[in-house]
């Protein structure tokens, strides 16, 4: 019973967070999308950091770290350089969106390439990149209830829960099942009814509950294993038949997962293409300025490369010698479930919680942004009036909750890390399109869409290589990651067809690149 209570408590400072944000809030696009342009520097640090740190660090992070050692670990330097490009993009999109009114990143695109075909396409990236990353959120909640509810046994009129099932009258479903239903359902709720001023005011909450967690179950694994020294000696120690012993403390790790080059790539692809998904986009265009945007740079960098280095690296490899056999994506939540009080774990677990619903809403909250202001206004009814446009809104919220939940419910579908790297890479091909608008007056509309239609073609013949016939390499060739592929190639493509085409009208250029 204790946790279900916890999580209601957790669930009801959210929703009431979320109502407060509905009845401050306006109906129009700008206040829904991007909370009429009014964060502070506290609220965008916070919502940028709450968005960034999703399942995909509380749970797949350490569950990296658990199965290929220690090489993840400098997968997270893409912190930092994340903090740098929230003030080398964050800045002028800030300042560009201000001028010109933008709300999605197709916006921007659209309006410096004079091109409708181009909006679409960058909009379509950004529909990619969100619901693989909305899935892995609601694949968290799963996880989580599943595994922090296995010795409950409550009963409560028609609802039973016990033996990792959970009935309600004649229908009966599994604790992961229900976990996912439930958080999905809370996240899209309050997504709904508040939109962007919801999803900023939620993740303040959520970002210092996830702060807390990380930190704290870092430094609880460190305790269990007697200190710092003990934890190391004894992941040292860790050997089998296929990994000897100090693979999980050496490159390239006990399953050779972790090649310099695949660290080196695969760190860049994360980092340049999480700054660059929607989600943050429209963050900078949220900031109430350029000096919100630079502290934020700072609170982000320094607390989540601590949350990374003293929270998830210790959870993931710490987790390794306290549970040598377990799914390892669940590794931060067996130590909690086995080691502390069942209220304190609870309370943990509600931190997870707040990572996944904190991601997943801001990702479903873009997604909706960009199929109104990319698709169904400029395609379907030009005409549409605010409030009709902020309640297609939530229907798409609503659909693409549905979706990712379903997705996310199908048996043996990846790791969480493993697919949350996939919508890095596709949010990657949208980094480019920047170049013009921000630094290069010679870049075109032509080298920008077949950048991206060429680099996006390279990224799936690199991911799937045995589905085109491909048998020369497997994924990642030469042990690069298949997202650097698809950037490397959208760059080329975008600096060769730039050379032999047209660039935008001067006084396109004049608008955007003022000396």
């Avoid at 050692?69 to 999109?93: D, E, S, T």
């Avoid at 990642?476 to 009208?505: K, T």
Wanted: with cysteine.
């Amino acid at each position: 019973m204790t946790p279900l209570v916890v999580i209601f408590i957790y669930v009801m400072v959210t929703f009431g967070i979320g109502v407060a944000a509905w009845w401050r809030g306006r109906v129009t696009t700008a206040d829904f999308y991007i909370a009429g342009r009014s964060q502070g520097y506290i609220v965008t640090a916070l919502a940028i950091m709450a968005t960034f740190f999703s399942s995909f660090a509380m749970l797949g992070a350490p569950g990296m770290l658990y199965k290929g050692g220690i090489g993840f670990v400098f997968f997270m330097l893409n912190v930092p350089i994340c903090g740098v490009l929230i003030w080398i993009i964050g800045k002028p999109l800030w300042a560009l969106g201000k001028r010109f009114g933008y709300i999605t990143p197709s916006d921007l695109v659209a309006d410096y390439y004079k091109s409708e075909s181009l909006r679409v396409l960058v909009s379509l990236l950004g529909i990619v990149y969100v619901i693989p990353y909305a899935v892995i959120q609601f694949q968290g909640g799963g996880y989580l209830f599943d595994v922090i509810t296995q010795q409950s046994d409550v009963q409560l009129g028609f609802f039973h829960l016990a033996g990792r099932q959970v009935t309600i009258g004649a229908f009966s479903t599994s604790t992961f099942i229900a976990g996912a239903v439930f958080l999905a359902s809370i996240t899209m709720i309050y997504t709904i009814m508040g939109g962007m001023r919801a999803v900023s005011w939620t993740n303040v909450f959520q970002g210092a509950l996830l702060v807390i967690g990380m930190i704290a179950g870092g430094l609880i694994t460190v305790w269990l294993l007697g200190g710092v020294e003990g934890l190391f000696g004894k992941v040292a120690a860790i050997q089998s038949e296929t990994a000897p012993a100090g693979s999980f403390i050496t490159l390239p790790g006990p399953a050779g997962m972790f090649s310099v080059p695949y660290i080196f790539t695969f760190t860049l692809v994360a980092s340049f293409g999480t700054m660059a998904s929607p989600s943050q986009w429209m963050r900078y265009y949220s900031a109430k300025g350029p000096s919100a945007l630079r502290r934020s740079m700072l609170i982000f960098a320094i607390v989540l490369t601590t949350c990374y280095l003293f929270g998830t690296a210790f959870i993931g490899l710490g987790g390794r010698v306290l549970f040598p056999d377990v799914t390892p994506d669940t590794v931060f939540l067996e130590i909690l479930h086995q080691y502390l009080p069942l209220v304190l774990a609870s309370f943990f677990v509600t931190t997870i919680m707040a990572a996944a619903m904190s991601t997943a809403n801001g990702n479903l909250h873009s997604l909706a942004a960009l199929i109104t202001q990319d698709i169904y206004v400029p395609f379907l009814r030009r005409g549409a009036s605010q409030r009709e446009l902020v309640w297609i809104a939530r229907l798409l919220i609503t659909a693409a909750s549905v979706l990712s939940l379903w997705i996310a419910i199908q048996p043996d579908i990846g790791m969480i890390v493993q697919i949350g790297l996939i919508s890095m890479a596709v949010a990657l091909q949208m980094f480019p399109s920047l170049i013009g608008p921000l630094w290069w007056k010679g870049a075109t509309r032509a080298g920008t869409v077949w950048g991206i239609v060429l680099g996006m073609a390279v990224l799936i013949v690199t991911f799937v290589p045995d589905k085109f016939g491909i048998t020369a390499f497997g994924r990642s060739p030469l042990g690069i990651h298949y997202g650097f592929w698809g950037f490397m190639v959208n760059l080329a493509v975008l600096w060769l067809v730039s050379r032999i085409s047209s660039r935008p009208e001067e006084a396109t250029l004049a608008r955007f690149h003022q000396e």
